[in-house]
Nanobody, 115 residues
Framework: QVQLVESGGGLVQPGGSLRLSCAAS????????MGWYRQAPGKQRELVAT???????NYADSVKDRFTISRDNAKNTVSLQMNSLKPEDTAVYYC?????????WGQGTQVTVSS
């Protein structure tokens, strides 16, 4: 089992920045990738960004050049730096940890981009 705890959500104006963090605990030795998904009201959950233990990253087209994912393997944390935020980035953001045959989810943190 892997437990994930997210932090860093909140309200920000368009064009602003936020940084999300996620700390993993439990069977962390089995994690080979971590990342973030998001779900906006009335929409399906979608991939935002992922990063492997080797540092390979993958981003949704909608966030490329604005968001940066990073990982600290020693601390078992993953972060998402979000810049140039847009109202359409408003969603609940979920941290994920990928292990063989399964995926763990955090409880989610709300990000609201509004003036």
């Amino acid at each position: 089992q892997v437990q994930l705890v997210e932090s860093g959500g909140g309200l920000v104006q368009p064009g602003g920045s936020l940084r999300l963090s996620c700390a993993a605990s439990g069977s962390i030795f089995s994690i080979y990738a971590m990342g973030w998904y998001r779900q906006a009201p009335g929409k399906q959950r979608e991939l935002v960004a992922t990063i492997t233990s080797g540092g390979h990253t993958n981003y949704a087209d909608s966030v490329k050049d604005r968001f940066t994912i990073s990982r600290d393997n020693a601390k078992n944390t993953v972060s998402l730096q979000m810049n140039s935020l847009k109202p359409e980035d408003t969603a609940v953001y979920y941290c994920i940890a990928q292990v063989p045959m399964s995926r763990y989810w955090g409880q989610g943190t709300q990000v609201t981009v509004s003036s």
